[in-house]
């Protein structure tokens, strides 16, 4: 059966027909969902009232948005996020990846246990690391007494207007820099030993030979890290939801955070919708710029 | 100098002992280092109530199960009278929790979110990876007119924030009466994961030689028989390394499985936080259920472990 089936079947028919049920699948889940998000976004449509008129209100969402200054704080701090965490996950990230490629014994088993954080449920994370950040009986801050005699009770990770877009940061870091690191260590691997080899007939000097041959291997693979973390990082919801849900008042309220709120507590629907669309045209744009760049470094 | 530098038996590019011995202690630090959240935490989830909120934290205590009855009952205080007035405890975990001037008032909802959360892992990334194979090797094998869009098409419904797609998710399930069912979570993780599944599957069949197929053909084999007892078994490596992929993104999943389902079909990460206790959080029965949900995770990283940089990089990096 199958195989006459299979017989009658002209390559080109098969092809659509493998690749169709997953087009349409993303057509509905996708891609509808978008630009009935895009419709909504010119109304003023509040998802927890169905029986309301729904009324056109042009580009009024729009323009509050743009024109919201607690919006833009919202993209400031998540510009913030975004910024420190992918920063010091691609120096921790890029050293440890150095460290590892010396190849010493137990290297393998040493990076597989690092790897850890980042398959872990976000979520999930950001729960126990409120458990870690509990001021008076803590781990984290148990351990900064230990070694810093700062009182572990005087201070405070995510009760604190200063501390807590950094605790957010330290999170995110601990999760991720074995991600950069991963990725780097793709890149160091793949440079062949003849360059160095090359460089050493040249003498040319241990320093010269990192920034010369090294950084410039590597860095297509760190620019692709880089994307990924940054999209990853600017949706960012999960972890921060659950470690400070914003506070301390809106100093770690990621955009994606707020846009929860006005969407699913204050059912903001419409407003909500033009927020959403505003920044997935910024992720879109900012990473199709960034991987036209890439592709010019990988050609150099 | 130079003369020596050059006879030198071992390569240039091998590091010195030394360096890798200080290289091997830097990173033995930085994975103690990374460690201790989850060791303690783990470590939380056998202590007692009181242990968990000791000063100083308390490395050393008496383990304790409290914390795992206690992430899958829900108990009621009780009057010493009362407790009194009881016949004594049948089982273990009754006493355990009489201790505390509580008995158990029955199961928490746990258990039925860690179902939940199986039932939409295993139900998702079966079809991912099933619409995934197919699409791939239609991709890897086909001409398809607009290939390249087609594909960058496919990964750009990763670039949207999930509470965006949350807000018409949520009312078109709200229509078509898919909220808090498994059903519509898992066409969701399956829309999410697919687009992982065919990036990833497209870089394993593309490896495989397409003379392969075209040998079978020659023997009388259909394109589809081809498909089906060539190219899958030679692929089965990569397909299973990508259902884990799929499977622990569904797992892991929080903000849909939060907006879109509630008391039902809710999976396991939107319950943990709810895990309250009496004056906060019951830390150890966190722990429990924490070390209970990453269990799976840890195992299947290490089984993972050659095929991780591609699974991260939707099949950008190879190796």
Redesign the interface.
């Known amino acids: 059966m199958?195989?006459n089936?299979?017989?009658r079947?002209s390559?080109?028919t098969?092809?659509?027909?493998?690749?169709t049920?997953?087009?349409l699948?993303?057509l509905?889940?996708?891609?509808?969902?978008?630009f009935?998000?895009i419709y909504?976004s010119f109304t003023n449509y509040r998802?927890n009232k169905p029986g309301v008129e729904i009324k056109w209100v042009g580009l009024q969402n729009y323009e509050r948005i743009l024109g919201s200054e607690d919006i833009w704080g919202y993209l400031q701090v998540t510009a913030h996020f975004v910024f420190w965490s992918i920063l010091l996950q691609v120096l921790l990230g890029f050293g440890?990846a150095l460290?590892?490629n010396?190849?010493?014994?137990?290297?393998a088993t040493?990076?597989?246990?690092?790897?850890?954080?980042?398959?872990?449920?976000?979520?999930?994370v950001?729960?126990?690391?409120?458990?870690?950040f509990?001021p008076?009986?803590?781990?984290f801050n148990?351990?900064i007494e230990f070694f810093t005699g700062i009182g572990?009770a005087d201070f405070t990770m995510i009760g604190s207007v200063n501390l807590a877009p950094w605790s957010i940061v330290l999170v995110d870091t601990?999760m991720w820099?074995?991600?950069v690191m991963?990725?780097c260590l793709?890149g160091l691997?793949?440079i062949p030993?003849y360059i160095?080899?090359a460089a050493?007939?040249d003498?040319a000097s241990a320093w010269r030979q990192f920034w010369n041959i090294t950084v410039p291997m590597v860095l297509p693979?760190l620019m692709?890290?880089v994307l990924?973390r940054a999209?990853e990082n600017?949706?960012m919801?999960?972890m921060v939801v659950?470690l400070t849900s914003g506070g301390p008042g809106s100093i770690t309220e990621l955009?994606?955070i707020n846009?929860?709120r006005e969407?699913?507590e204050k059912w903001r629907?419409g407003f909500?919708?033009a927020f959403?669309?505003i920044?997935?045209v910024t992720?879109?744009g900012a990473?199709n710029i960034y991987v036209k760049v890439l592709n010019k470094v990988k050609q150099r | 100098m130079?003369a020596a530098?050059?006879d030198a038996s071992r390569?240039?590019?091998e590091?010195s002992a030394l360096?890798?011995?200080i290289?091997?202690a830097?990173?033995?630090l930085?994975?103690i280092v990374?460690?201790?959240?989850?060791v303690?935490?783990f470590l939380?989830g056998f202590k007692t109530p009181p242990d968990?909120?000791?000063?100083?934290?308390k490395v050393v205590f008496d383990p304790s199960l409290e914390g795992y009855v206690n992430v899958f009952t829900t108990r009621t205080r009780q009057t010493p009278e009362y407790l009194q007035s009881l016949p004594p405890p049948d089982t273990w975990y009754d006493s355990l929790v009489r201790k505390r001037n509580m008995v158990i008032a029955g199961p928490s909802p746990f258990g039925q979110r860690y179902m939940n959360s199986l039932i939409v892992g295993f139900g998702s990334t079966f079809l991912a990876v099933f619409?995934?194979t197919?699409?791939a090797?239609?991709?890897s094998?086909?001409?398809?007119p607009l290939k390249d869009d087609?594909l960058f098409?496919?990964l750009?419904?990763?670039?949207?924030?999930?509470?965006?797609?949350?807000?018409?998710?949520?009312?078109?399930y709200?229509t078509l009466g898919l909220s808090d069912t498994h059903l519509g979570l898992i066409?969701?993780y399956?829309?999410v994961n697919?687009?992982l599944a065919?990036w990833l599957l497209k870089g394993f069949i593309d490896e495989i030689p397409r003379e392969y197929e075209e040998a079978a053909m020659i023997d009388g084999y259909?394109?589809?028989?081809a498909?089906?007892k060539v190219v899958l078994p030679q692929a089965s490596t990569g397909i299973a390394a990508t259902a884990i992929f799929c499977l622990?993104f569904s797992?892991?999943?929080?903000?849909f499985s939060l907006?879109l389902t509630s008391g039902e079909a809710q999976t396991a990460?939107?319950f943990?936080?709810t895990i309250i206790g009496e004056g906060g959080?019951d830390?150890p029965a966190?722990?429990a259920g924490?070390t209970l949900?990453?269990l799976p995770?840890?195992v299947?990283?290490?089984l993972l472990?050659k095929h991780?940089?591609r699974g991260?990089?939707f099949g950008?990096?190879r190796?």
């Open positions: 199958a195989a089936l299979g017989r079947l390559d080109r098969i092809a659509w027909l493998f690749i049920p997953t087009i699948l993303l509905a889940i996708n891609i509808f969902p978008l009935w998000a909504l998802a440890l460290l590892i010396k190849r010493f014994r137990g290297h040493l990076t597989t246990l690092i790897l850890l954080p980042m398959m872990l449920s976000p979520a999930v950001g729960v126990f690391w409120t458990y870690l509990q008076q009986n803590g781990i148990y351990i572990a601990w820099t074995p991600y991963l990725i793709a691997r793949s030993d160095y080899e050493e007939v003498r693979f692709l890290a990924f999209i600017f949706k919801f999960d659950e955009a994606s846009l929860k969407a699913f629907t909500s919708s959403a669309i920044l997935f992720v879109f990473a | 130079s530098a050059l390569s240039v590019t590091p360096g890798r011995y290289a091997g830097l990173v033995l930085y994975a990374t460690l201790v959240p989850l303690w935490i939380t968990s909120i000791a000063y100083p934290p619409l995934g197919l699409a090797y239609g991709f094998r086909f001409k398809v087609l098409f496919i750009s419904t990763r670039m949207m924030p999930p509470i965006a797609v949350a807000i018409p998710i949520f009312l078109m709200r066409i969701l399956t829309a697919v687009s065919v259909s394109r589809f028989q498909f089906r622990i797992w892991n999943e929080y903000a907006l990460p939107p943990i936080p959080l830390w966190v722990g924490t949900f990453l995770i840890v299947f990283t290490v472990r991780l940089l991260i990089t950008a990096v190796k």
